[in-house]
């Protein structure tokens, strides 16, 4: 007895597939625009920490890419009512992060190309992480959720950066 199966649904499967290619295309081209950066903007000394801090800053904006791939997982009204379900709190530090993290990249506007390379690896950790399970829509679905509401004070991920940006301008 092999217990009960879950139908087959090409969907999933193609959806996967069509994922993986993006984050392919995505990481070839973040890499491709962090090397035109290096070469025209130019990356010397404490610069390379400011770039770690960046990608740093930018790991928990990774989340936005999941709650974006909820489109195609779940339908619209039912997307909302679930995003408003989020509690209070984890929305005050939701909108404390896009703040802080907003002013991290205005402030260091030519080094971008880093907090690309911090959402991306965010995405692919996770991703590669739950990929056995992932491949269920539902499952996904519960996982991203579960994900939003259990991390943990977004906007230290930031800290980092303004602290390194305040210290290089004012000392």
């Known amino acids: 007895m092999g217990g009960a199966t879950r139908m087959y649904d090409p969907s999933e499967r193609q959806h996967d597939r069509l994922r993986r290619c993006l ?19 130019g990356v010397h000394g404490a610069d390379w920490l400011r770039a770690l801090f960046l990608v740093l800053a930018a790991v928990p904006l990774g989340l936005s890419v999941k709650v974006f791939e909820l489109r195609f997982k779940m339908a619209a009204e039912e997307r909302r009512r679930v995003l408003r379900e989020l509690p209070r709190r ?10 802080l993290v907003t002013l991290v990249f205005a402030w260091d506007s030519l080094w971008f190309t880093w907090g690309l390379l911090g959402i991306w690896l965010y995405d ?19 996982k991203t959720l579960d994900d939003l509401r259990g991390f943990r004070v977004p906007w230290v ?5 303004l602290t390194f940006e305040l210290a290089r301008r004012f000392w």
């Open 90 to 99: 984890k929305k005050v530090e939701l909108v404390a992060y896009a703040i």
């Open 124 to 142: 692919f950790v996770t991703y590669y992480h739950d990929r056995p399970e992932r491949i269920r829509h539902l499952y996904a679905v519960l």
């Open 157 to 161: 991920w930031t800290l980092p950066a």
């Open 23 to 41: 984050m392919n295309v995505a990481f070839v081209i973040i890499l491709l625009l962090n090397l035109v950066q290096i070469r025209w903007v």
